[in-house]
């Protein structure tokens, strides 16, 4: 089993910025792929930047400038350094990754971090 906690949401004004933290920690014997998604009230859940093991990263077109997500592979940690942010980018922010156990790949979920920026 693999539990995702998350940390670093907030309230904020728009323009300001954000770090979040997601460290993994039980038994696997890597953190593969971690991801970033969001939700807003009423909308369906999507990712917001996504990393590889190796460092590639990719992003919402809407986020792409603003936000970077990077990764701490001895920490088995994650981050998402949210920049000039606004309004709309108010949300549910949920860590996901996919961890290697014994000889399987599962996913999984963080209980999700609130993001609500202010105009």
């Known amino acids: 089993q693999v539990q995702l906690v998350e940390s670093g949401g907030g309230l904020v004004q728009a323009g300001g910025s954000l770090r979040l933290s997601c460290a993994a920690s039980?038994?696997?014997?890597?953190?593969?792929?971690m991801g970033w998604y969001r939700q807003a009230p009423g909308k369906q859940r999507e990712l917001v930047a996504a990393?590889?093991?190796?460092?590639?990263?990719n992003y919402l077109d809407s986020v792409k400038g603003r936000f970077t997500i990077s990764r701490d592979n001895a920490k088995n940690t994650g981050y998402l350094q949210m920049n000039s942010l606004k309004p709309e980018d108010t949300a549910v922010y949920y860590c996901?990754?996919?961890?290697?156990?014994?000889?399987?790949?599962?996913?999984?979920w963080g209980q999700g971090t609130q993001v609500t920026v202010s105009s």
């Open positions: 996901y990754a996919r961890a290697t156990i014994r000889t399987s790949e599962y996913g999984y």
């Open positions: 990393i590889a093991s190796g460092g590639s990263a």
């Open positions: 039980g038994s696997f014997f890597s953190i593969n792929h």
